[in-house]
């Protein structure tokens, strides 16, 4: 029995929120008290297996101690001292980053706090990239890169738009083939924006060969191959970063979500000539790269590499494929992404239904279109957590009227 919720009833905090907060989301689903590993539990205390955390964020997923320590030692040291001195873990992370990334000794890193930013300052590179003649600046269609306003004019979603319209200038949006890449690609562009996986669209690959093939046509006309890593980053889809699945480097990768396991940050990395774009003045922000945040992001990075998390994310998504595939439900029509980042396709436009059926159940699953489920765990899932999963989201199926059927060999 828990004392502690006895002041807030649910209708009251559904009153606050509706009466206090900006209308900038929707109905949240609960009011969240506390969490430990991949679960989370309620003002009602109960309990939740996180299979979002926070949208790719909680890394480590919830309380982990490592993020515990790092935070306490380090706010409880220096948490932030402007950019005008430099710390011991902004040139630790700068340094892992260089290397993680595989930018090397001709990397450069920009810290900020978030993915938008992390875009905002990918966006000045590519006008640094720019000339009189090279002037375009090409995403794809459906993709997202944030909210505010360069990134927004990068994201390929005109109903998002449009209420803020006019956008930044230059920015195309391009379909997500080979075909519509091939002839846009040209000496006219300064920079090509790419999720890996298009995470918010519902995890969606990118065809079979098209990153290699951007590399290609990038390099060959001078555009700078930006890398929106921003979801798929840091050991997410079972490697380091998205684009390592291809074998390529890009000129710049923006990350941000999962890199210190719930204290934000962003970063801009980038690669060999882009990393001489910048100069002295054109760019800053006054909380990024503090002492706080990069030391928790030192920490994460650490944890997951000497925990072996990359691999796990790679296994466990796999794991997750596999049992999801046998529940055999006549709802999942497609299981896609890579590691840890899972999209399911849906044979009915019912996903929303879904989460909420599955969140009733006790599984935090986000329905990222009205036929798309994501799934971003955190890269900590052990072989129990997988079995809660598949028990929870078994009762959701059941629940909208399409269960497992795993008797039926196919
Ligand atoms: C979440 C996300 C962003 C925006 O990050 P914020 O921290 O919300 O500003 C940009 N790009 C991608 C691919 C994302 O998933």
Redesign the pocket.
């Known amino acids: 029995m828990n004392t502690e919720v006895t002041a807030q009833t649910t209708t009251d905090w559904v009153d606050t929120f509706n009466e206090s907060m900006m209308r900038t989301m929707g109905q949240p689903l609960a009011l969240l008290t506390h969490g430990r590993g991949a679960f989370v539990w309620d003002e009602n205390e109960k309990e939740y297996l996180d299979f979002l955390a926070g949208?790719?964020v909680n890394s480590l997923g919830h309380a982990h101690p490592v993020v515990i320590e790092a935070v306490t030692r380090q706010i409880s040291t220096l948490a932030h001292v402007s950019n005008y001195f430099s710390t011991k873990p902004q040139l630790e992370l700068a340094e892992r980053l260089k290397r993680i990334t595989g930018a090397g000794a001709e990397g450069r890193v920009y810290f900020c706090?978030?993915?938008?930013?992390?875009?905002e300052a990918a966006f000045k590179l590519a006008r640094l990239n720019s000339s009189a003649t090279r002037t375009k600046i090409v995403s794809l269609k459906n993709?997202?890169?944030?909210?505010?306003m360069g990134?927004l004019a990068l994201?390929g979603k005109s109903e998002m738009q449009a209420p803020f319209l006019p956008m930044p200038a230059g920015v195309m949006h391009i379909d997500s083939t080979v075909e519509a890449l091939e002839s846009t690609i040209n000496d006219t562009v300064a920079a090509l924006f790419l999720?890996p996986i298009?995470?918010?669209a519902g995890v969606i690959d990118l065809p079979e060969g098209y990153l290699a093939r951007a590399r290609e046509l990038t390099e060959e006309h001078g555009v700078l191959l930006i890398l929106?890593?921003?979801?798929?980053g840091v050991g997410r889809t079972g490697r380091w970063f998205g684009y390592q699945h291809a074998g390529i480097s890009p000129d710049a990768v923006?990350l941000?979500?999962g890199m210190a396991g719930g204290i934000?940050i962003?970063a801009l990395v980038t690669f060999g000539r882009a990393s001489e774009l910048f100069q002295r003045g054109m760019h800053g922000s006054t909380f990024g790269g503090n002492p706080l945040a990069t030391a928790t992001a030192n920490a994460v990075l650490d944890e997951i590499e000497t925990a072996g998390l990359v691999g796990n994310a790679e296994r466990k998504g796999h794991l997750l494929s596999e049992r999801i595939a046998a529940l055999n439900s006549p709802l999942i029509d497609e299981i896609r992404g890579k590691g840890l980042l899972i999209g399911l396709g849906l044979t009915e436009p019912i996903a929303l239904k879904l989460a909420a059926a599955a969140l009733d159940a006790g599984l935090i699953i986000n329905a990222a279109n009205e036929s798309s489920i994501r799934m971003a765990p955190p890269l900590i899932i052990r072989d129990l957590e997988v079995d809660v999963f598949i028990t929870r989201f078994s009762a959701a199926l059941t629940a909208v009227g399409y269960p497992p059927n795993p008797l039926v060999v196919e």
């Open positions: 949208i790719a706090n978030s993915g938008a930013e992390a875009n993709s997202f890169h944030g909210r505010t990134a994201t999720e298009k995470g918010e929106d890593e921003i979801q798929t923006t941000a979500k934000p962003g």
